[in-house]
Structure formats: C-alpha cells, structure tokens
Nanobody
Framework: QERLVESGGAAVQAGGSLRLSCVVS????????VGWFRQAPGNEREGVAT??????VYADSVKGRFTIHVDDEKNEVYLQMTMLKPEDTAMYYC??????????????????WGQGTQVTVSS
C-alpha cells in the first residue's frame, strides 16, 4: 500500500534553511514522478518542485533557493530549502505517482499524497 510521510518542518527566521524529508513506501521513487507542494491558509495547493529521472522542474518562486532530490536506496524524497522568506510559510506536502493528467506541477498530476509538514518563516 502506498504511503508517504513527511518530516522536517519547523519555524525558522527569514534567510534560514530547512530540509524536508518524505519517506515513501509502496512506490519506488527512482522510476516514478515525485514532487513537493505547499498550501498556505486560504490559498490553493501549489507545486513547488518535481523530479523524474533526469528531469527537474521548479516553480519560479523557489528557483535558485530550493532543491529536490531523491535517495533511491532509502526510497526517500527531500526538499532542501535555503534563503527562506515569510511567503514560503505553508504546509508542505510530498506527492508521488503520476496520473498523466495536467502539467508536472499541477495537483492533478499526482496520485498519492502525504499528510504534510508545517513550515513557518518569520521576518
């Protein structure tokens, strides 16, 4: 059974860094699309980063600051976040398994989701 569990969220000051982790079971991260999304209160869930094999795509708002990568041996996905800004504050979700529907950073593109981990950035 597919299961995704995120961790690593915390409260940090602007300019700080965090690394989010996602333990994935029931689906292999090396041959399936995986991604990170975030959702702030009152906002839609937005795609932050995604990767599949040699392809990596980032939202414009995080380019140059966030990095997604996978560990095939541990079957985990990570989101390294640097130069954090208050507008990065959100619940962050790990997603995996492509539905083939929509762009790679669209919510519709992913079949399986974690429960989220909260990131709060203060100014």
């Amino acid at each position: 059974q597919e299961r995704l569990v995120e961790s690593g969220g915390a409260a940090v000051q602007a300019g700080g860094s965090l690394r989010l982790s996602c333990v994935v079971s029931g689906i292999t991260v090396d041959y399936n699309r995986v991604g990170w999304f975030r959702q702030a209160p009152g906002n839609e869930r937005e795609g932050v980063a995604t990767t599949l094999l040699d392809e990596t795509v980032y939202a414009d708002s995080v380019k140059g600051r966030f990095t997604i990568h996978v560990d095939d041996e541990k079957n985990e996905v990570y989101l390294q976040m640097t130069m954090l800004k208050p507008e990065d504050t959100a619940m962050y979700y790990c997603a995996a398994g492509s539905t083939g529907v929509g762009p790679v950073l669209a919510r519709s593109r992913y079949r399986y989701w974690g429960q989220g981990t909260q990131v709060t950035v203060s100014s």
